[in-house]
């Protein structure tokens, strides 16, 4: 453990991003001109924080955060951080355990005076778009639209990530689950099928009589109609079903970006995630859609990573330029933000 | 247990409906003019019968079959049955184990000379339609469609019955689905949202957040978005978009039932299961969907249950006269059709 510092940690914050494939932790350097912070060392765990009947278990995150964050100060020479962010999947639902303990338990390891809470979504969002106001998309298996109005009124604006079976439409779950109905339409003879998706489902599953007993034992079900996905993309050149799919799938989610998105001539939209890797297929008409939904709003590529984005937000953090709306939910603000770190007597 | 009997056992057939529900036995007393047989007795478990690793427990369903029938045979006092029909859910994948023990078993205790084993759907379409050709759509949480071609090239013709997530278009669980996805695009601010349905939503399950949590991790989620289609069919009358769920739904189970049905002018399409019990809002636009779809066929009231079809598949395979397809997977003829029932020495 380093010792517990106060005043002296101003140059390094820490960066914690906790999600289904494990845990990544960073500190950086925070930039002297007030721009995205310099990532000085990353260490990534891939045992995901357990979720308990309690919520997300905060000692089995403490296991690991505190001595890989020790290790990286260590590696930087950073004495302590001036602030920290933890960015986790569930937070705001289930992230109780979490409020209880790491305000003070990062303040005691590393002088964190100032600790951001945040939704995934929120760090998706301050990865991409930094503190512009505007939405970020995040899509890949699901999908889930995050908007940033700045605005005095403003807030975060949520939309859709309501899981496969209520929405994330657009996502990489709904394109796959599409393309296989397509499938087994075309092999029942039902209007709307279509032979070339039937053909690569069963290159791809096997008889389709198959298919039932293949995915619904599953638990990962969601991922499991994800993996279809590219086929649908790769199929979408010659077989205008798959490319309807894909165009639908655009709508939806420039609908939810557009839902999201802040009133705000110029607000900038983002895409993040791993839908993106379906290519032409679904970015082009994605351009198209979002220039038809979003007229007065700028595409922006994302300049960087859920953890990048919970380093730019424990940055501002430390040098009191937070600009992000705190909601107590989908980001809060915890710890000792006024006064200097409480010490245990004795 | 009765003895076993030969010739005498001409009067009585046995039919079983096995599912998710339980077990239903009866017997009947064949009818002289080959018409449907007259149930004279039943008997209900509400102990479904097990599945495990080899398929349909076997013992579990002759723990039951086996002493209930032998009371149905006193009180209408059979000696015996003539022959019987077993019909179970997944028989066709899961049957393995009564495919091994039933013919034996059923021959040694009630002489039964010739038996049918049956999947689900084939009693439902035989207990709707008899032995007319035509195409049954089961439809409740789940859909399938069932049609029967008696030609001499003909057969069973499935569509649909996929499950939620890759098809049962217009079931009880697609309707529910949509409903919900269209509560939640209201709540978003997304195209194709309904304030009604987002109403009806929050009175079933309260606030939309917790929506998610009360739908994955149950086992049964067909069944709680099933839950939601009679909200969808009592907002239909002023809710165009409930309407458009339900339209919508009409033309999926038309287009099952027009890819089972088999190309014979007059052919009968008959539905049956929970899903009509949702009234007016469906049944109206699905008399307009099947007169599309299917202009040359002729839409029939379900005479009976699958229990009903189980016994009336009996009673045709009693009497010679069994004109469904056999095609050994959803419906097997097995035993000893010609040949007296086996004795065992000694």
Redesign the interface.
């Known amino acids: 453990m380093a010792e517990p510092v106060g005043d002296g940690a101003g140059g390094h914050v820490l960066g914690v991003d906790s999600g289904g494939s494990g845990l990544r932790i960073a500190v950086a350097r925070i930039a002297p001109d007030g721009g995205m912070p310099r990532t000085a060392a990353t260490f990534t765990s891939h045992d995901p924080v357990r979720t308990g009947p309690t919520g997300i278990d905060a000692d089995h995150m403490l296991e690991q955060l505190l001595p890989a964050a020790t290790e990286l100060a260590r590696q930087v020479g950073a004495v302590g951080f001036a602030a920290g962010c933890v960015g986790a999947a569930g937070m705001g639902?289930l992230g109780d355990a979490l409020r209880a303990r790491l305000p003070e338990a990062l303040s005691d390891a590393f002088g964190v005076r100032r600790l951001a809470l945040a939704a995934d979504a929120v760090t998706a969002y301050a990865g991409a778009l930094g503190q512009q106001p505007g939405a970020v998309v995040a899509a890949g298996t699901g999908l889930v639209a995050l908007g940033a109005d700045l605005t005095p009124s403003g807030g975060w604006r949520?939309?859709?990530g309501?899981?496969?079976?209520?929405?994330d439409?657009g996502s990489g779950a709904w394109i796959g689950?599409a393309g296989?109905?397509a499938a087994?339409?075309a092999h029942?003879?039902?209007?709307?099928g279509s032979r070339t998706l039937l053909d690569r489902a069963q290159a791809v599953f096997g008889p389709v009589a198959g298919?039932?007993?293949a995915?619904?034992p599953r638990p990962d079900?969601p991922a499991v109609?994800a993996s279809f996905a590219p086929e649908v993309a790769r199929c979408a050149a010659r077989d205008p079903l798959a490319a309807g799919i894909l165009a639908d799938a655009a709508r939806h989610i420039a609908?939810?970006a557009?839902?999201a998105c802040p009133p705000v001539p110029g607000a900038a939209v983002a895409l993040t995630g791993g839908l993106l890797a379906l290519g032409d297929p679904l970015r082009v008409p994605l351009r198209a859609a979002l220039a038809e939904r979003l007229p007065d709003a700028r595409p922006a590529e994302a300049a960087g990573s859920p953890l990048d984005g919970a380093l730019a937000i424990a940055a501002a953090l430390a040098e009191d330029r937070l600009a992000l709306p705190v909601d107590g939910k989908l980001l809060q603000i915890t710890g000792h933000m006024a006064d200097p770190p409480p010490r245990r007597a004795g």
Chains 1, 2 share one sequence.
């Open positions: 639902t949520r939309a859709d309501w899981g496969h079976l209520l929405g439409c689950r296989l109905e087994l339409r029942d003879g039902r209007p709307g298919l039932p007993a995915l619904y079900r109609l609908d939810a557009a839902a």
